[in-house]
């Protein structure tokens, strides 16, 4: 087998390394363009930014914490149970409330409610919470994070297509307008 002028074994293999080389750089690049790209699509998605129900407010009497579940609002039929998202509801008085995410502020291990003690007590690393969620003790360096509440209609809800950060303040939360 002859081979074309020009066209050496050398220049073959480089040329599929080349293109092997692309191919490998296209793959990878991917989920970076996308990832930068990520907070022009972000809003985008249907249901991230999402009022859920927790249930009526009678289920949260005055004075206790009590465990409630939400279906998280993007969530997928083969997601199956891992979709269930707990949270800690605090009803303080009237119709304030403090909804707080289940995961420590440390290393996100589940946090229990302790009613005798009045603490909110990580069971991974002894982080402890004060009632409101404030931190008593412990490796973490700040509270536990809280949802954005508000009442429709005697439904106590939370916006909970994102993850709860430190950077939302309480007080703003509380304020927020009702959606039409």
């Known amino acids: ?13 480089l040329k599929i390394g080349m293109a092997f080389n692309g191919v490998v750089g296209v793959v990878l690049g991917i989920p970076i363009v996308r990832y930068i790209l990520s907070p022009i699509t ?16 009678d289920q949260f009497p005055s004075g206790e914490t009590r465990l409630a579940t939400y279906r998280h609002p993007t ?19 009237g119709e304030h409330f403090q909804v707080f995410a289940i995961n420590c502020a440390h290393l996100g291990c589940p946090v229990r409610w302790f009613p005798q003690s009045g603490l909110f007590m990580c069971p991974c690393h002894g982080g402890a919470y004060y009632a409101d969620g404030s931190r008593a003790s412990g490796p973490p360096e700040r509270g536990l ?14 916006e909970a297509g994102a993850t709860p950060t430190p950077g939302a303040s309480a007080m703003n939360i509380v304020k927020r307008p009702p959606c039409a």
């Open 1 to 13: 087998m002859s081979v074309p002028e020009g066209l050496s074994r050398r220049r073959i293999l």
């Open 75 to 93: 969530a997928h039929a083969l997601d199956g149970e891992t979709a269930d998202i707990a949270c800690w509801v605090r009803h303080t008085e």
């Open 145 to 158: 994070f809280e949802y954005p509440f508000r009442i429709l209609d005697g439904t106590l809800t939370i």
């Open 42 to 57: 972000k809003g985008r998605t249907p249901g991230y930014d999402s009022w859920i129900s927790l249930g009526s407010i």
